[in-house]
């Protein structure tokens, strides 16, 4: 099957540690995205990449960080410099030559 | 600065009761307006993308229309399982982001 894998689905993490947070697809899109829904907000882009071994930030890329070493992954560390990371965490892709990009089933992190 | 607006937050509709819903936006230069359908804990499904003014599409209950200050999705004689927030999203020329609105949670009781 192909698709956008997230995992996991559920996270707790306590104050003060990094945690990454993993999106996988066998697709064989070229770009990928990181965007971050809280309750009453529209999605908002953290970081995206359109090639391996590159990325751009987006709105409210403080306190995250990426890599693209591969093109199947693009992982999400949360670092303990993000103040509020408590959210729902999603991740797309984009197929080359278009513009919509498909969503994976999102991560909850929660900070205790 | 480019933006979403999408009306009403919430709707709540009988079993076969149509209606739509809004989307305004203002964009620098419209590349296309995409909505999609959420379902509680995940991540949101693809309906539809639009291009240009006076386009429409359609998939069984629903139509997206688009105008060049706002776009509608249309629901027509809905079913419970239509329950789900829609979101609109636009995307402005010579850019790869998506501007979001917050969201339309659709409610469809039998």
């Known amino acids: 099957d192909g698709g956008i894998t997230q995992s996991p689905k559920y996270l707790f993490r306590k104050e003060g540690q990094n945690v990454t947070l993993s999106c996988e697809q066998n697709?064989?899109?070229?770009?990928m995205y990181w965007y971050r829904q809280d309750p009453g907000q529209g999605l908002r882009l953290i970081y995206y990449?359109?090639?391996?071994?590159?990325?751009q930030k987006g709105d409210i890329a403080e306190g995250y960080s990426v890599s693209r070493e591969k093109k199947e992954s693009f992982p999400l560390t949360v670092t303990s410099a993000q103040k509020n990371p408590t959210a729902f965490y999603l991740c797309?892709?984009?197929?080359?030559?278009?513009?919509?990009?498909?969503f994976g089933p999102g991560t909850r992190l929660t900070v205790l | 600065e480019d933006q979403v607006t999408q009306s009403p937050e919430a709707l709540r509709l009988q079993e076969g009761e149509s209606s739509s819903l809004n989307c305004s936006y203002t964009?620098?230069?419209?590349?296309?307006l995409f909505w999609y359908r959420q379902d509680p804990g995940k991540g949101p499904e693809f309906l539809f993308t639009?291009?240009?003014a006076g386009e429409e599409k359609e998939k069984e209950r629903l139509k997206a229309t688009l105008t060049k200050k706002e776009s509608f999705l249309h629901i027509t004689a809905p079913k419970p399982e239509d329950s789900a927030t829609y979101l609109c999203?636009?995307?402005?020329?010579?850019?790869?982001?998506?501007?979001f609105g917050t969201g339309t949670r659709l409610q469809v009781f039998p």
């Open positions: 797309a892709s984009l197929p080359s030559g278009t513009d919509t990009q498909y």
């Open positions: 697709l064989n899109h070229d770009a």
């Open positions: 990449s359109q090639i391996v071994n590159d990325f």
């Open positions: 964009v620098s230069g419209l590349r296309g």
């Open positions: 639009l291009y240009s």
């Open positions: 999203a636009v995307q402005a020329r010579n850019t790869d982001k998506l501007i």
